[in-house]
């Protein structure tokens, strides 16, 4: 039972650091900052959650696993809370995205033409 309880841990913290790599590749090469925003606030959430998962199975149940399920739920919050306060704050400063069209319909916009 221990031996596939750690096989689980390092897959969990392998998937976690590939999520990682994969946000890191995805800031560096998107365009703009709308999608280089999403891609890591994705992947960081995912690559976080799935590590700090690998290491909760792999130490055990104990006060140490608590802390560190704490510790995920945290940045499951405040992670997205986060990126959709950036991304708001970009578009409100009209920064355009690299290509197309990006029209979303505010309240507050038709009020302020009335």
Do not use: N
């Not at 590749?25 to 690998?54: E, F, N, Q």
């Not at 995920?72 to 290509?99: D, E, M, N």
């Amino acid at each position: 039972m221990a031996a596939i309880i750690d096989v689980l841990a390092v897959f969990f913290m392998v998937m976690g650091v590939f999520f990682f790599a994969v946000s890191t590749i995805g800031l560096l090469r998107l365009p703009d900052v709308y999608t280089r925003l999403h891609a890591t606030s994705k992947g960081d959430t995912l690559g976080a959650g799935l590590c700090l998962l690998g290491a909760i199975l792999h130490i055990g149940w104990s006060m140490t696993s608590l802390k560190l399920f704490m510790i995920i739920v945290f940045i499951w919050t405040t992670s997205p809370t986060a990126s959709h306060l950036i991304g708001k704050a970009a578009y409100r400063a009209k920064v355009r995205p690299a290509s197309g069209e990006f029209a979303v319909f505010d309240v507050r916009d038709e009020e302020e033409q009335q």
